[in-house]
């Protein structure tokens, strides 16, 4: 799997239309949640390719973009109450 299926989960996510609530409830599919594990571990035991390690990197962004997205719609749910 390349760096691309993560992106391609966002952007389909985001260009679906979203809500504070369905940001908060958005998860990897199960496949990309694999892949970042294997990433890690193989990252952990020296065995990832220059290639893996970028692609590791970008979905590690990718999943700090969502968290900071999350925070920020928890602000909306609460000023919205």
Not at 39 to 61: F, H, P
């Amino acid at each position: 799997m390349s760096a691309a299926k993560p992106f391609e989960e966002i952007i389909d996510f985001i260009a679906a239309g979203t809500t504070p609530e369905a940001v908060l409830a958005f998860r990897p599919s199960d496949a990309v949640q694999r892949r970042v594990a294997e990433l890690v571990e193989r990252s952990k035991d020296g065995s990832i390719s220059a290639e893996e390690q970028s692609e590791l990197e970008d979905t590690l962004q990718l999943d700090h973009i969502m968290i900071m997205a999350k925070a920020r719609a928890r602000q909306h749910t609460h000023l919205g109450k």
